[in-house]
């Protein structure tokens, strides 16, 4: 079976899938949630060396994690709406930053309550997380670029650019550690090696990551759906809903 | 067509020498700002020498950047400019060239100056001057995004900041860097070697997503 997916381009169709989509991915994100949660902090053990406190990172890793997917999945909108000129592209680019702006801020706010007992500090001047609120501030450069502009379609279209610009910062985000070797400590889970984790700490933190995940894809479509009957507001399937009394 | 263009702006900078004079007072008025703010302890002064001529140098070039479309904007000759059947890129090139010469130059002519007034040690003035002279190119074709995006919009000036300032971390950590890295006796060759790569590229991928940015602002 072929799906059309011209046809969910056009934010009418996608404005009712989004709303049919909504509830199924909120109840995973809750549903993983409590999992996580529960594995986070009654089923994984106390780490030898840091005690209790790095229970932190089943909120901190997700967070950073998912604040650096989502620009770059904010830029990737950005740029298919910037070279397809498909407004629905646009308008999930502009539902995704609050998100990843959200997530930016978790991380840095988890990091350095972590690192005030591990390194003693609330804040280091340390590479990753440094660029962790460089990426804050491009994601709030992105937002009020696009707050500032009143036209919506110019908006989409200087805010992909700046988007894709900034996009160039991922890269110096992942590679920073091994760019400036200071007190952060290297990332514990890679592709390559065996991980240095407990396989439980590991696991709660991964369900950690797809609950953030499915949180953030439930309410990213909560976010496009409000901008689309936003911007939709003058056309005529907007004006049936109206009618059908199902706004 | 591009030398045409950087001729023309620097005429024009020219006839209004007040502008670019403006921009380097900035300069020497914020870098003089500091001892007054921190003490004049000349050893702490001269640690962070690097990180205050930088700092400088990135926020006058950032003020100077209104200028850079805004005045053709406002009489019409932009218009004129992207309906020309020239390359876009090459014009925004030229432009930037021109922004640089007259912000850019003057601002490393002056910091060895006024990193004596830091007591930098003579090796350090030198490095100083090298990492502004590959640096500040980049903060003005940088910067061409930001003013072509920003063009015509309220509050546009401030706004021009929150967009380039965090692009231009890389610049500032380098420049900074290899000023540092030759105060404390270590090679500085890679520091260069970056900024020189930040300019390449930036010089080829610069003007272009400003080209864009600009039309996208004009339409």
Redesign the interface.
């Known amino acids: 079976m072929a799906i059309n997916w011209y046809k969910y381009a056009s934010p009418a169709s996608f404005y009712s899938l989004a709303g049919k989509m909504i509830p199924f991915f909120a109840i995973i994100a809750f549903g993983l949630l409590i999992a996580g949660l529960y594995i986070g902090f009654f089923v994984a053990p106390t780490d030898f060396q840091q005690g209790e406190a790095y229970r932190i990172i089943f909120i901190h890793v997700p967070a950073a994690w998912m604040s650096m997917f989502l620009y770059v999945v904010m830029a990737f909108w950005a740029g298919i709406g910037?070279a397809f000129n498909t407004r629905l592209s646009s308008m999930m680019a502009t539902a995704i930053a609050p998100t990843g702006a959200l997530f930016t801020f978790l991380a840095l706010w988890t990091g350095s309550l972590w690192g005030k007992p591990m390194w003693g500090t609330w804040w280091v001047w340390d590479a990753r997380l440094t660029s962790e609120l460089?990426l804050l501030?491009?994601y709030?450069?992105f937002m009020?670029?696009q707050a500032?502009?009143d036209d919506p379609r110019?908006a989409d279209?200087?805010g992909a650019?700046?988007a894709?610009?900034?996009v160039i910062?991922i890269p110096?985000i992942y590679f920073s550690v091994q760019w400036w070797n200071t007190l952060h400590q290297g990332a514990s889970v890679s592709v390559t090696q065996a991980p240095t984790m407990a396989s439980t700490m590991l696991t709660g933190m991964m369900v950690m990551v797809f609950a953030s995940w499915m949180y953030s894809i439930a309410v990213i479509l909560k976010r496009v759906r409000v901008i689309i009957l936003e911007r939709e507001s003058h056309t005529a399937w907007v004006a049936e809903l109206r009618e059908k009394g199902a706004l | 067509m591009f030398f045409w263009i950087v001729q023309r702006d620097l005429l024009l900078a020219i006839r209004r020498r007040s502008d670019v004079l403006t921009t380097l007072f900035f300069f020497i008025i914020v870098v003089s700002l500091f001892p007054l703010s921190v003490g004049p302890e000349m050893n702490m002064l001269r640690m962070m020498a690097p990180g205050i001529v930088w700092v400088a140098a990135l926020l006058a070039s950032m003020l100077s950047l209104g200028r850079l479309f805004a005045n053709d904007f406002l009489d019409g000759t932009l218009e004129q400019m992207l309906l020309s059947p020239q390359s876009l890129s090459i014009l925004i090139l030229g432009k930037a060239l021109a922004h640089w010469l007259v912000t850019g130059v003057p601002l490393v002519m002056m910091a060895p100056v006024l990193g004596l007034q830091y007591d930098l040690p003579a090796d350090a003035l030198f490095v100083l001057t090298v990492s502004l002279l590959l640096g500040t190119p980049v903060l003005s074709l940088i910067g061409a995004i930001g003013a072509a995006l920003t063009l015509g919009l309220r509050g546009g000036g401030v706004l021009v900041s929150l967009l380039v300032l965090p692009l231009y971390i890389p610049v500032l950590i380098f420049g900074a860097g290899a000023v540092e890295a030759n105060m404390a006796g270590i090679e500085y060759d890679a520091h260069l070697s970056l900024l020189g790569a930040f300019l390449l590229v930036s010089v080829v991928f610069a003007p272009w997503a400003a080209a864009a940015s600009l039309k996208v602002s004009m339409e």
Request: hydrophobic share 70%.
């Open positions: 910037l460089i501030f491009l709030i450069g009020s670029l500032a502009i110019r279209k200087a650019i700046i894709l610009v900034g910062n110096i």
